[in-house]
């Protein structure tokens, strides 16, 4: 860890490369930067930075470098691993004032954009073209393209359109040390090592985004969205299995259990039949005369894999009333428990009845409930755990369930973490999903970007020290099974 | 055939290790020509081969390092999938392990993605010739950076690729291709209009005066796509492609420099001299010419294209595209975290790597 620095002298020389407005230390103007998505950790940086300028960071950064001060950037701060989290010794870099489109290639089907656009904003500033920037997270509104980049994130058409590592072409990012690379280029490959794979999802610990390169796509000629109920959760399962062996890759496939599709319904009334024990809601897109004959076929797969209903939106109105209730999943779970709780786990999905099976028996041991709402098609479930924070010790109680949850995910040879990222939340279960030989790699990388360790230090990747610690207590339960797996 | 000779490999490596030794990684050998030329001890990946495991339904395969191609796509056409990234395989030895170290992707790439597109996972031995295990069989994970699509163009330097595991796709239910008559600029003109209107092609090609495209999907959209692109249809669509990708056809047989340049799709004919051939929408452009190195290199550059010397090197110039002084020191550290001793296939993607 860096040495305490003199924050006097820090302020002094961040504001002889920012103006003064752009560098906050008061205390009530660090406030609102305490926490990102996960706000159950909070902390006060010692400043914030708002450079507009792709040399300001520079600036910063080869500062921080020089006073061995951590930084943490920050995007929107949506996140829901703590990957923002600011650190109470360094400074917090918000990218916010990078919000240029900087070119848009409606023939290559590009944009060129600073790391602060929204995700959402892209899709809309290039509709007129016909096209859209696919990823689509369920914090779109909010969330933003450089935030995107370094949580690798996904969303509900993930599963036939890909994760943002999938849609982006070139980065530009500047090092530690303050030095600007140009990851990537013009063409689909580039020589060398990927790094822009290795960029991506490396939640800011190897450099400082300024600047994304976007696939577009064209939109597609239709949509189709098939709303299907079951009586048994297992049955859905199998339902998703049925589809994609019928050789058919929808653009969406996602699931509800009871509690959610209820909560979902009181919310925004999408129509949702609440005495169902799961719901999937399955979209096809292409050309119209495919999404007819998808539909037709897929609406077959569903009643012989034992649907007690099957409905086709009949019109546009209803398809995005249907996808409403998904995309309000979260927020309607919270109107009914004072506080939740949202995993990210991610399995093979035949292993979706032993998983649902054992996460039910976790919720009668913990007393706590949990709502699941899954990306089907992926095998990526988002598992919610309704809790009231107001009531001590249920915090812990529920990140202990949680921490159960994801472990049960890496038995199964699934992960710990589908799209949310690490961050500070899921650290602990790092040591669960990999072994010291495979962390202490992940180190050497961290080191070969970041010498010094000031990227974001502490997140993402765990110390072996603090593994063996945790390791140490699941030891002492007599829960975790083989904390060493051998891989072979 | 199956074997698991991993342990016997992670031997070897600890030997080349402990004793500071070159090793040169090799299955199939079909990519004999690619890349830079090392002189080190063989460490021969072919034995370890087979599928260890394929769920159709999941999507997912994984198999070992020396498993043939061949082999893959024939179980996988079984439950009617594919690779859709459509690996060329230079030779009928081709394997899993070269094709995901040379990131080796064919005419589907610009459709559907590259080979790197479609791994989710690997088990590898590093430098040190410890055994590590980077991603899942899951296809969403962002556990941990992402080590696993970091092997796919490393061409062996940074681990010894033991297993991959890949996304498969369903096979289209239907493929055709129609050709044109047209020249360059035409041809351009029509293939970005064509995927802009959300047709289902799936490969292009302009050679000769001449633009290939194939449709890919199910009948109807591919049945009213033929309609709006109109064209002679070819007869054997699957084979003008896999000639295509194999690099079997009149075009590659030749013995001057082949240039592989990466660039954007809608640049503008290159003023280089040479016989051209176009793939991916125009992304991807094969050079077979005298040019000189630099020249090549300086006119990619001038686009943010990229330039790799594929096959027939007649001087000393990089394989590779070079990198720009920032990006070669990351390269230098990356290469030292996996491989401090610098044993595996050193110098084989860029000489001081």
Known sequence: MAIPVDKTHLISRLQYILPAASVLHQKEDLRPYECDGLSAYRNLPLAVVLPEKTEQVQAILKLCFELEVPVVARGAGTGLSGG?????????????????????????????????????????????????????????????????VAENSGGVHCLKYGLTVHNIQQLKIITIEGELLTIGGSGLD?????????????????????????????????????????????????????????????????????????????????????????????????????????????????????????????????????????KAAFPAVGRISPDY??????????????????????????????????????????????YDANIPGELERTEEFGGKILELCVEVGGSITGEHGIGIEKINQMCVQFNSVELTQFHAIKKAFDEKGLLNPGKAVPTLHRCAEFGAMHVHHGELPHPELERF | MSKDISQSLQAQIFDAYENKTALKIQAGNSKHFYGNSINANLLDVSEHQGIISYEPTELVITARAGTRLSDIEKTLS?????????????????TLGGTIAGNFSGPRRAYAGAARDFVLGCNIINGKAEALSFGGQVMKNVAGYDASRLMCGAMGGLGVILDVSLKVLPNPETELTLSHQCDIHQAQKNIHQWVKQSLPVSASCFYNRQLFVRLSGNHSSVTSAKNIIGGESISSSSGFWKKLKNQQNDFFKTDKPLWRLSLASNSAPLDLSGEGLYEWSGALRWLSSDESADKIRQTLEAINGQATLFRNPQSDAEIFHPLSPGILKVHRQLKKAFDPENILNPGNLYKEL
Request: charged fraction near 20%; charge should be negative.
């Open chain 1, 84 to 148: 923002a989290l600011p650190l109470p010794n360094g400074i917090l870099l918000s990218l916010a004032k990078f919000k240029d489109i900087i070119d848009i290639d409606p023939v290559q089907c590009v944009a060129r954009v600073q790391p602060g656009v929204r995700n959402l904003a892209i899709s809309q500033a290039v509709e007129h073209y016909g096209l859209y920037y696919a990823p689509d997270p369920s914090s779109q509104i909010a969330c933003t393209i450089g935030g995107n």
């Open chain 1, 190 to 326: 580039s020589a060398g090592y990927d790094l822009l794979a290795l960029m991506t999802g490396s939640e800011g610990m190897l450099g400082v985004i300024v600047e994304v390169s976007v696939k577009l796509l064209p939109k597609p000629e239709s949509a189709q969205v098939i709303l299907a109920a079951f009586d048994d959760l297992i049955k859905a399962g199998e339902a998703v299995g049925n589809i994609i062996s019928a050789g058919i890759i929808p653009a969406g496939l996602e699931m509800m259990d009871k509690l959610a599709i209820k909560a979902a319904e009181d919310f925004v009334h999408a129509g949702y039949p609440t005495d169902a024990a799961a719901i999937l809601l399955c979209e096809l897109d292409g050309s119209a005369a495919e999404v007819a004959e998808y539909i037709n076929t897929v609406q077959k797969l569903l009643t012989e894999s034992g649907a007690t209903q099957v409905r086709v939106a009949k019109d546009e109105d209803e398809r995005i009333t249907f996808w409403k209730g998904r």
């Open chain 1, 341 to 386: 709780y949202c995993m990210d786990g991610t399995i093979p999905r035949k292993h979706l009845p032993q998983v649902l099976k054992n996460m039910a028996e976790l919720s009668a041991k913990y007393n706590l409930p949990v709502a699941n709402v899954f990306h089907a098609g992926d095998g990526n479930l988002h598992p919610l755990i309704l």
């Open chain 2, 78 to 94: 079984e439950s009617n999938q594919m690779l859709a990234f459509e690996p060329p395989a230079f030779s009928e030895s081709a």
